[in-house]
């Protein structure tokens, strides 16, 4: 079957720091991949989406992500964290056929400390 | 967001009781979803529809149905409301599912007691 996962639950970083929050998916072929973002009480906002091509995806509020074939891995990067970043992040993947159903990795909590 | 709204915000229900969640589509997208956010768990797909009257069920779609009967509204229904289903429910909307992308609505908190 399908799946995201997103091995750690919760990550805490100073402010300043770099951050990598990992996604690793188990998909048959080469799937969609996408982040997302959400701040307590809020919606869903989209950061950055891999379809094809270029394995490095840039994304808003400075982010980036990597797909990496060999190692099923889709890891959401940002080289300086602000304290607006912490949140909650949510590595997501959908197949090619598959009328667009997303699966969720279970999330990541960033918290940052000043 | 712009273009997709869910109604109510917040609803707390008793037991038993049938509930109805509605999402509003101003975007004409054919593709609609239901998901629901628990802790630990990510966001699961309950129902989905690819067209009117077109629907089909997700992973978590027991004591969950669904109606779409325009392109702009994809109703919800608990039809006996259980406490696990106390949960943050969202709408998502795609206009060609896959590479097109997703908007999400702002959610609805339903609370059963």
């Known amino acids: 079957a399908q799946s995201v996962t997103q091995p750690d639950i919760h990550i805490t970083v100073s402010e300043g720091a770099s951050l990598e929050l990992r996604c690793n998916y188990s998909y048959g072929a080469t799937p969609y991949l996408f982040w997302y973002v959400q701040s307590p009480g809020q919606g869903l906002q989209l950061l950055l989406k891999?379809?094809?091509?270029?394995?490095l995806v840039q994304g808003i509020k400075g982010f980036e992500a990597e797909f990496k074939r060999s190692q099923s891995s889709f890891n959401l990067r940002k080289p300086s964290v602000h304290w607006s970043d912490a949140a909650e992040y949510f590595c997501a993947g959908v197949r090619g056929t598959s009328y667009g159903k997303l699966t969720f990795g279970q999330g990541t909590i960033l918290t940052v400390h000043p | 967001d712009a273009g997709i709204t869910q109604s109510p915000r917040h609803k707390v229900t008793e037991t038993g009781t049938p509930v109805t969640l509605r999402c509003h589509q101003t975007?004409?997208?054919?593709?609609m979803y239901w998901y629901r956010q628990d802790p630990g768990h990510g966001l699961r797909l309950i129902h989905y529809s690819y067209g009117v009257k077109d629907t089909d069920k997700g992973e978590v779609s027991d004591g969950y149905s669904v109606s779409r009967s325009k392109t702009e509204d994809f109703l919800l229904t608990l039809e006996s409301a259980t406490s696990s289903q106390t949960s943050v429910y969202f709408c998502a909307i795609s206009e060609s599912g896959q590479n097109s992308g997703y908007t999400f609505g702002s959610g609805t908190r339903l609370t059963v007691v």
């Open positions: 975007e004409n997208h054919r593709y």
């Open positions: 891999y379809f094809s091509g270029d394995t």
